[in-house]
């Protein structure tokens, strides 16, 4: 070789050992047995000492004299080459990248020498001419296999599945039923009325024709900054507005005639009397406590204390023969039967005046609940819903009169008042807060961030109850509605031979048409309930959804109507009480 002396013998040796290995490599033949070739031997020799003189490189480099291919290398007669390679020019490079090379294409050899898959077995002779079954593409396959696609919807909590229920009930049916086909005096007069609700519409001409004369004054410069559309985004406080809080205390001891003086530091104010209850209940009641609520009460009150608190209501039965009047006698039977059963009862709620029955609460009355709830060391929560609706000789007391008056704990007695209802302004959503208690006061307030009031329609209702001329016909008018719009309703009924309880409050009639029922029960009740909505095309609350012992009470509520709706609704239930079905009744009892 060129400038590195003459080659030892040894190398020359191994030069001719390596083109022997590579002609052997490349002619022989692969063995043409099928089975497994043994492991190529490889027999080790002892490494020889390089000559004197010698190049330097065969020190460092391995020999390729140290393995032999034994019979049947395969193995070796790749390695073997690659050895004489890397030590060539460029060994690294191809040394590196020539196994990778030749380890893909024996996986790729391996691949193709790969035995085929079974052929299918033949068809049954039973198949007979059947048709090739239709081939399912691979994304339907992997669809019905897969677990996005089942039919199985993801599991909801308990709570909805509570709601949900309470949906399909028959007071949401019927309200639907109203709602799908409403009755109208001139486009649909044979639609159905709704007398199941409790928002106060008799004065809503009244209060409409102030949002017309005053709206339009409001969208000026000057009523805009009295509205204070300006401070609208700055510090909103959830629980009302001091300057609403104010014109509410006003606006109530002008309704009570001031007999009662009310503060605002003690009101919250919430986005409807929903909210107010649901927000005391969640102040006062743990989840699994209990209330007890002299029944029959609204059915409302199931819906909103007990959907998101978890707090059980307990019905304490009123009887007809007390004109279902509350008795304390109920009350502590119920709460014995509570206790024993291990539910803590945390307070009594009641309504004043009492709905659906009107029944307005006389002082000892009051009296002898505060010393229940003392007794019991309970709260007392009034639910005034109705304070200006009195359409008897008899006169409204709220429970913050006896406060003022009697040295009860005024910190266990607390109020709702729907100012919304009383103003016809339903769909205003205004609800209040009434309490002496400050720790409830606290806890209240920080729950209003659920049920917070808009500050819009805070700044409306601002003005208002601001405006002593407006309030003050509303007032007059509203009673002078509700007293006739109860006689002429009463007065129908009569002529109906149908009875009603003796109210004194509130937009309702409770209405006894047991003597019509098929059956004295449940069932029978119902049955005359699908037949108001059905044949009569009038919806009501039956007695039993107001959780009343006592079948064939409904409400009737008349709040919705007009004079001369009165007479199509009397008509309707004339249609239905003097039926075939009812004179078979009497004929068969006679």
Request: aromatic share 8%; net charge positive.
């Amino acid at each position: 070789m060129e400038g590195g002396g003459a080659p030892s013998s040894t190398s020359s040796r191994e030069h001719k050992f390596l083109n022997r290995a590579l002609q052997n490599a490349a002619l022989m033949p692969p063995s043409p047995s099928p089975s497994p070739s043994p492991l190529p031997q490889m027999t080790q020799y002892p490494s020889r000492k390089p000559a004197s003189g010698g190049n330097k490189d065969d020190t460092t480099s391995p020999s390729i004299s140290n393995f032999v291919v034994g019979s049947g290398g395969t193995a070796m007669r790749i390695i073997v080459p690659l050895q004489g390679i890397v030590q060539g020019r460029g060994g690294l490079v191809l040394g590196s990248v020539i196994p990778c090379a030749l380890f893909y294409l024996f996986q790729l050899y391996l691949r193709r020498k790969r035995p085929s898959s079974p052929p299918s077995p033949p068809p049954s002779p039973s198949s007979g001419d059947l048709h090739a079954l239709p081939v399912i593409p691979r994304t339907q396959s992997r669809n019905l296999i897969s677990p996005r696609a089942g039919s199985v919807p993801a599991p909801l909590s308990t709570r909805a599945a509570v709601v949900n229920k309470s949906d399909a009930c028959r007071l949401a049916a019927g309200h639907q039923r109203y709602l799908n086909d409403p009755y109208h005096p001139i486009s649909n007069p044979d639609g159905v009325i709704q007398l199941g609700l409790v928002e106060n519409q008799l004065s809503l001409d009244l209060v409409r024709d102030w949002l017309e004369r005053n709206f339009k004054a409001l969208l000026l410069e000057e009523g805009l900054r009295d509205l204070g559309l300006g401070r609208m985004e700055t510090c909103f406080q959830y629980d009302g507005l001091l300057d609403l809080k104010m014109a509410i205390a006003d606006f109530m001891g002008q309704v009570l005639q001031g007999y009662v003086s009310f503060s605002p530091s003690n009101m919250i104010l919430t986005s409807g009397a929903a909210s107010a209850i649901e927000t005391l209940c969640l102040c006062l009641a743990d989840p699994g406590n209990a209330i007890l609520v002299p029944s029959p009460y609204d059915p409302g009150f199931d819906r909103d204390l007990k959907w998101r608190t978890g707090v059980d209501l307990i019905p304490v039965p009123c009887r007809s023969t007390d004109n279902f009047n509350i008795s304390i006698a109920a009350l502590e039977r119920a709460y014995n039967q509570a206790k024993k059963r291990g539910v803590k009862v945390r307070a009594v709620l009641i309504s004043n005046p009492s709905n659906p029955v009107g029944n307005l609460l006389r002082r000892d009355a009051f009296y002898d609940l505060l010393e229940f709830t003392t007794e019991k060391n309970i709260h007392l929560i009034s639910d005034e819903l109705y304070v200006g609706s009195v359409h008897g000789d008899k006169t409204f007391i709220s429970v913050a009169e006896i406060l003022d008056t009697k040295d009860f704990d005024k910190c266990r007695v607390h109020i709702i008042y729907r100012l919304s209802e009383n103003l016809s302004l339903p769909g205003f959503h205004v609800g209040v807060i009434y309490s002496l208690n400050h720790n409830v006061l606290a806890a209240a307030a920080k729950f209003t961030r659920y049920a917070s009031i808009s500050i819009l329609t805070q700044r409306v209702l601002v003005l208002m109850l601001s405006d002593k001329r407006f309030i003050s016909e509303f007032l007059q008018v509203i009673g002078t509605t509700v007293k006739n719009m109860h006689h002429l309703f009463v007065h129908g009924l009569k002529s109906l031979y149908v009875n009603c309880a003796n109210g004194g409050g509130g937009l309702t009639c409770w209405v006894d048409l047991s003597k019509f029922l098929r059956s004295y029960s449940e069932k029978g009740e119902l049955e005359m309930w699908e037949k108001l909505l059905d044949i009569a095309k009038i919806n009501t609350t039956p007695g039993s959804s107001c959780h009343c012992i006592e079948p064939g009470w409904f409400q009737f509520s008349f709040k919705s109507l007009s004079e001369s709706d009165i007479d199509v609704v009397m008509k309707r239930i004339r249609r239905v009480i003097e039926g075939p079905e009812v004179h078979n009744l009497f004929d068969t009892k006679s």
